[in-house]
């Protein structure tokens, strides 16, 4: 996710993570561990004891959707998540979350809730960028960006696949994000997410971004922010009306790693 850094010295391990939303949902329903220990064990009620029966992590990015107060609790809170798979593959995209449970809330955080990466847009108003200037020390031009690059589509010369209602469900094969029945001409998508970090950056993999369609220009609904150098989080509410969408991508530095993606509709 950089500009100009070899993607064979570094490569982000990431993993995107989007759901649909009825209208007018402007929260950010993602959670992620915040912990010394860099984890947190999810349970369920059983009987008269809590069992323990998983444990999201940190260090492998594991993200979730808050739900609710877990219920008759005052310290813990119900998540859903998705299940990863035990083998790593280069690339790796989930369309289901069948996992839930509850975490207590002091080991988690919403990763809006995080210190968030300063905002503003490049000169011809089509990247986002993002630069964290949580330390004045270091020099502006060693500061770790995230840089969103928006164009207008071409995805109506691509093939596309629709429901029995007419609903766009897949463009070249692709779910597609962000459109209903018929692509409008003023169609928009994510061309690329760049990650710039002193000695090392890297560029999104196609699968990553392909049909992310109307993307916000609204720093109210997309923000970057971070645990640290190694945790980084992107998150977009896109679209607008019944296709809004919320998508967020967790970014994890590390040479030498392949990414992963999970995707839940």
Same mark, same amino acid.
């Given at each position: 996710m950089m500009i100009s850094v070899s993607k064979a010295l570094y490569i982000s391990v990431f993993s995107i993570f989007s759901v649909a939303f009825a209208k007018g949902q402007n929260k950010v329903p993602f959670g992620v561990v915040k912990a010394e220990e860099g984890y947190a064990m999810v349970r369920v009620h059983k009987d008269d004891y809590r069992k323990i029966v998983d444990k999201i992590r940190m260090k492998t990015g594991d993200v979730f959707i808050y739900e609710k107060p877990a219920p008759g609790e005052t310290e813990w809170i119900w998540?859903?998540?998705?299940?990863?798979?035990?083998t790593e593959k280069p690339f790796v995209r989930y369309d289901s979350i069948t996992k839930e449970g509850m975490v207590n809330k002091n080991r988690v955080v919403f990763v809006d809730k995080l210190p968030q990466f300063t905002p503003s847009k490049s000169k011809n108003g089509k990247s986002l960028i993002f630069t964290?200037?949580? =330390?004045?020390?270091?020099?502006?031009?060693?500061?770790?960006?995230?840089?969103? #690059?928006v164009y207008p589509s071409y995805a109506k010369i691509k093939k596309q696949e629709k429901d029995a209602e007419g609903n766009i469900l897949k463009v070249d094969k692709v779910k597609a994000?962000?459109?209903?029945?018929?692509?409008?001409?003023?169609?928009?998508? $994510?061309?690329?997410?760049?990650?710039?970090?002193?000695?090392?950056g890297s560029?999104?993999?196609?699968?990553? $971004?392909?049909?992310m369609f109307q993307p916000t220009m609204d720093f109210n609904n997309v923000g970057v922010?971070?645990? #640290? =150098? #190694?945790?980084?989080?992107?998150?977009?509410? =896109?679209?607008s009306g019944q296709n809004r969408y919320t998508t967020i991508w967790t970014i994890k530095q590390g040479k030498g790693r392949k990414p992963d993606h999970f995707q839940k509709s």
């Open positions: 998540i859903k998540y998705p299940e990863r798979e035990d964290d200037d949580s =330390n004045p020390k270091i020099p502006g031009n060693q500061r770790t960006k995230v840089i969103i #690059d994000w962000g459109v209903g029945k018929e692509l409008p001409e003023d169609l928009t998508e $994510i061309k690329s997410v760049r990650v710039q970090q002193p000695g090392r560029v999104f993999v196609r699968d990553a $971004i392909k049909n922010t971070a645990i #640290d =150098n #190694d945790h980084i989080f992107l998150y977009m509410i =896109n679209g």
